[in-house]
């Protein structure tokens, strides 16, 4: 069996995706997502210029080779555009040898270990009367863990909170691709964040009451010291995890924040190897890893750092945000049924076109999500639907202080 043609599809049904298709002389064909949110055609030219061509005869089924050859052999390592394109190809390779054994992935992962995933739903709101109705939208939803999001008095536009609340169950989309071709700039205060956010977990716990698994993402905003007070003034609420607190390149910082709270942290979703993972959990500085299949090059390597996370009790909270694509939140799921330590799983669910786009098999009931027993990943690529989106150039918001600065979002 070799591969004998490599296509990269760009689509933009809700917002953009990249997407890797390999196909084998047998004719089977195997995905895999490749979307780098804001940078999307730098993984594209990576994919059709430096890799593709390098695929070409080879035999889909050595994806350990492949994924070294690819990761060795190029001399610069690492980073999220390589580290993109690489986890599209070890996806794509998954979901070929999968299909070819007739078998859902998560089988040749080891076979499930759980009857479903737990997941976690985006609950935000510009006030705590809307952050409550948002919470019970996605309890309706069948949500069984959510994450609090808010906006904070005084500050105009925050990162992760809805602009308008989802009236009808849509659920919004972190910055859409409508929202258009430059960087939108939002403002942040950290002292008034601080002072607002442990008022709104009160609120909702009293409201929710003591069982309900709840999350919180600081978006890298604090400094060491800030989020030690903040995993402290949330101690009383329970938290599951404080994700992002402060700025993913300073690791030791981490060990400052440990030191003051018993929250339990979580973060990587900006990392891209098992090296970028070795000082946190070596040191157990933290209880979650937040990586991407997507941004961490592929399924292979993200399962090498499980493995290594499970040797010191830490836990899977891989990342699901609207930008991994259907594909990548597939290879998610098979991961998350397969290994040990699962913690819990990100779902934001995506948008009507976007599942035109992509034929999913995965189901979601009583909190859970299982990615279904279709050979391979489960999904499909209708590629006359994704032609019919073509790419619009998207950028995250970023932010500025009061006084003109920018700042960590
Ligand atoms: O592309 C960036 C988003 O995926 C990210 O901001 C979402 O922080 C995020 C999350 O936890 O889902
Ligand atoms: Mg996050």
Known sequence: MRIIAADVIVTSPDRNFVTLQLTTDD???????ATLNGRELAVVAYLREHVAPLLLDRDPHAIEDTWQFLYRSAYWRRGPVTMAAIAAVDMALWDIKAKVAGLPLYQLLGGASRRGALAYGHASGRDIPELLDSVREHLALGYRAIRIQTAVPGIDAVYGVAAQP???GVRYDYEPAQRGALPAEEDWDTRAYLRHLPGVFEAVRHEFGPELPLLH???HRMTPIQAARLGRDLEPYDLFWLEDCTPAE????????RSH?????????????VWDFQHLIRDQLIDYVRAAVTHAGGITPMRKILDYAAQYQIKSGIHGPTDI??????????????????????YMRHGDRTNEVFRQSFSFEGGLLHPGDQPGLGVTLD???????????????????????????
């Open 217 to 219: 993402d600081g978006h």
């Open 325 to 346: 694509s259907p594909v990548g939140m597939a290879a998610a799921l098979h991961l998350d049924l397969a290994v040990h330590n699962f913690g819990i799983q990100e």
């Open 166 to 168: 989802s009236v009808d």
């Open 261 to 273: 709270t018993i929250t339990p942290l979580a973060i990587g979703e900006v990392f891209n190897t």
């Open 383 to 409: 590629r006359a639907a994704a032609e019919a989106h073509p790419y619009r150039a998207a950028y995250l918001p970023y932010n500025r202080l009061k006084d003109g600065t920018v700042h960590d979002w």
């Open 27 to 33: 004719g089977v064909t195997g995905l895999g997502d």
């Open 250 to 257: 300073n690791q030791d910082a981490l060990r400052l924040v």
